[in-house]
């Protein structure tokens, strides 16, 4: 609603460079009008039509210019304001409207050549038998063809990402519980032995994981488990059914996923100012208490831009389980590749829908994060006696900005 | 100031302790005691360890060697259950240190409702109670990082003051505060001595020291230098680096 407004502002007010932006709109739609009619024109049978549109287009850019040289000619001052017939109240109301007509030109020509001329390509080359050479009418003969297999490849892309970087979200704060925890005084041997192999193990995942590409992990876990349940007695399609590369995809990348989330919550709680801590130790709680009540809220806050970036990367980087036959957007879009050999088309398309995931998935992570960190609400009462109104409200929103920053 | 000095037992005492960061010996063999309803302010320049010392009082740093008894039991032994000890001593910061992800009432019944020391109802009626004293009774909802400095404090010390501590310890508690917030930090701190709380206050505010408090210590270079009355220490110091450190702060 508001953004609705905004623009109607942005139309009715006055622009100091509204020649210079309108004349440019003008050149495109003089550039659209140049170019080749597609089948599907609706303005193919409109000759005088467009003619007029063209010049118009052209005597609009004769006025910018007019404009133009006027303002350089009489730019001392306020002599420009005085002198010039544009700057009249009527010519004023005259040339805004010139400015919508320009713009309104420029949108049919450009819904004529680039919106109509797409759709006729794709027409076209829906009704072809056999795929064309050229780039475009390729690109949408194949997807025509086979947008079945491509749209299976996203949808596991989505689940492998979307279910990989949730449980990997589960067993990070599990693992990072145990990566933080220090030996206090009154642990008695028991608990000193846990903790510190809990921490070491926590360590070691973490440098493992870390260090090793994920390409290799997904061929070691998919091979291991296949290897056991083959030793196990299973025959291979009995395998298939249980341990399917999807499975073992999901796996790989929930494994990996968890060593890098782990070390973001960490740096996200070791963001947290020590003072939180030792304020609730202070009062008697145990560490586990002080950490689950009072510095893991703050830490995982710190954090949640950096996890939510967690299923972008995890999004592109399931790409490479395709290695282990995963059959994800890369895998699908190789198997396309085999059926018509042409790479560049299809990679392109690829790259494409990646993209519209990731902006996606960013996009609506944003929205998350924004609803999850609610800023402080200003105080309404002032009835202490020593109330500073301009204090209220604004050093909690600072600090916390500040934490996210440490945070990365 | 109530102070009793037939009570034979010290509330605190301090024998011996050690602390070192690195190779930098911070307290060389400090003994010191509190006795029950006592105000006691630590006095000092930068880096005499006093803040060290206060912090070793409820093991917030672990010290290196020595002992300190409270209720019977040497906090600085090992394996001693700290946690538990530590509910009867509050610490107030400098940094104040409320939780920031809550809000003020939260701050004040977050621990006694998690050690189970009250019941929900019960530990919001003591908050309350409590925040009235300091005065913020009207801020009871409104999230601990709204507050200005001064509010943040006398939250803090109200949350201490409802796990009902028989010692408050004050880590220089007015020295983030503008100049003319202090006062109604101190206020409260000193409605509290009046109230019969044993204190240490660790200060830069020699007024607090010489009007409030039953004894002043002055600590130099990891040992205390001189304590004693305040009338005394202010009027008659012994020493002349006690001199030179009080004659520098009348000069303002």
Same mark, same amino acid.
């Given at each position: ?44 049978? %409109? ?19 007019? %404009? ?88 596991t ?65 998919y091979?291991?488990g296949f290897?056991?349940l ?7 399609s009995e395998i298939g059914k249980v341990w399917s590369t999807f499975v073992a995809g999901l796996v ?5 996923? =968890? ?65 282990i036959g995963v059959f ?81 | ?112 409702? =998690? ?138």
């Amino acid at each position: 609603m508001s953004r609705l407004r905004k623009i109607k502002q942005f139309v009715i007010s006055d622009h100091r460079y509204v020649f210079l932006a309108t004349s440019f709109v003008a050149a495109v739609g003089i550039w659209f009008s140049l170019q080749r009619r597609s089948a599907m024109s609706f303005l193919r049978g %409109a000759y005088t039509v467009e003619v007029a549109m063209y010049w118009f287009l052209m005597a609009w850019l004769a006025l910018s210019a007019v %404009a133009l040289v006027w303002k350089l000619t009489h730019w001392k001052g306020d002599a420009y304001q005085r002198t010039s017939p544009f700057t009249k109240p009527a010519a004023k109301a005259a040339l805004r409207l010139g400015s919508y007509a320009v713009c309104a030109v420029t949108a049919a020509l450009f819904v004529d050549r680039a919106v109509m001329g797409f759709l006729s390509v794709v027409s076209d080359s829906l009704s072809h038998d056999k795929n064309p050479s050229d780039f475009l009418s390729s690109i949408v003969y194949m997807l025509d063809k086979s947008y079945g297999i491509i749209g299976q490849g996203i949808l596991t892309t989505v689940g492998l990402s979307v279910f990989g970087t949730l449980i990997a979200f589960v067993l990070a704060i599990l693992l990072v519980f145990l990566r933080i925890q220090q030996v206090d005084r009154c642990d008695n041997d028991a608990v000193r032995f846990f903790k510190t192999f809990g921490t070491a193990f926590a360590k070691v995942y973490s440098t493992v994981v870390r260090g090793t590409p994920m390409m290799v992990q997904g061929m070691l876990i998919y091979f291991a488990g296949f290897g056991l349940l083959r030793n196990s007695g299973m025959t291979v399609s009995e395998i298939g059914k249980v341990w399917s590369t999807f499975v073992a995809g999901l796996v790989t990348i929930s494994l990996n996923s =968890t060593a890098y989330m782990m070390e973001v919550l960490r740096g996200g709680i070791e963001a947290v100012d020590p003072g939180q801590n030792e304020a609730a130790r202070s009062l008697g709680l145990s560490q586990w208490q002080a950490m689950i009540k009072v510095v893991f809220p703050q830490g995982i806050k710190n954090a949640i831009p950096a996890l939510s970036n967690e299923l972008v990367v995890n999004i592109k980087d399931s790409s490479v389980l395709s290695v282990i036959g995963v059959f994800d957007l890369m895998f699908a879009t190789k198997t396309v590749v085999g059926i018509y050999f042409k790479q560049v088309e299809l990679y392109v398309v690829a790259a494409l829908c990646y993209l519209c995931l990731t902006m996606v998935a960013s996009w609506l992570l944003g929205k998350f994060a924004q609803r999850l960190s609610v800023e402080p609400q200003p105080l309404t009462s002032v009835s202490d006696m020593n109330a500073t109104v301009g204090t209220v409200a604004g050093t909690g929103s600072s600090e916390y900005s500040l934490d996210k920053k440490k945070a990365r | 100031m109530g102070l009793d000095n037939t009570a034979a037992e010290p509330l605190i005492r301090v024998e011996n302790l050690r602390k070192s960061f690195g190779s930098h010996l911070v307290l060389k063999d400090i003994d010191f005691a509190v006795m029950p309803g006592e105000v006691v302010t630590i006095i000092g320049a930068s880096g005499s360890g006093k803040s060290t010392l206060l912090r070793c009082m409820n093991l917030l740093e672990t010290p290196d060697s020595g002992h300190i008894w409270f209720h019977g039991e040497d906090l600085a032994a090992d394996r001693v259950n700290i946690n538990r000890l530590r509910e009867k001593i509050g610490m107030v910061f400098q940094s104040f240190n409320l939780f920031n992800n809550k809000n003020v009432l939260d701050n004040c019944t977050l621990a006694p409702v =998690t050690l189970k020391k009250m019941g929900k109802a019960e530990a919001e009626d003591v908050a309350r109670r409590n925040l009235e004293a300091v005065g913020l009774s009207d801020f009871i909802n409104a999230p601990a990082t709204s507050l200005s400095g001064g509010q943040k404090q006398r939250v803090a010390i109200a949350r201490a003051l409802c796990m009902k501590p028989d010692l408050m310890l004050f880590d220089e508690p007015t020295s983030a505060l503008d100049p003319e917030i202090v006062g109604e930090v101190l206020n409260v701190m000193r409605d509290l001595a009046a109230e019969g709380m044993t204190m240490v206050v660790v200060t830069h505010e020699m007024a607090f020291a010489k009007n409030v408090s039953d004894k002043v210590v002055f600590m130099d270079q990891g040992v205390i230098a001189e304590q004693g009355d305040p009338q005394q220490m202010f009027t008659d110091p012994q020493l002349p680096r006690t001199r030179e450190f009080l004659a520098r702060y009348l000069e303002d």
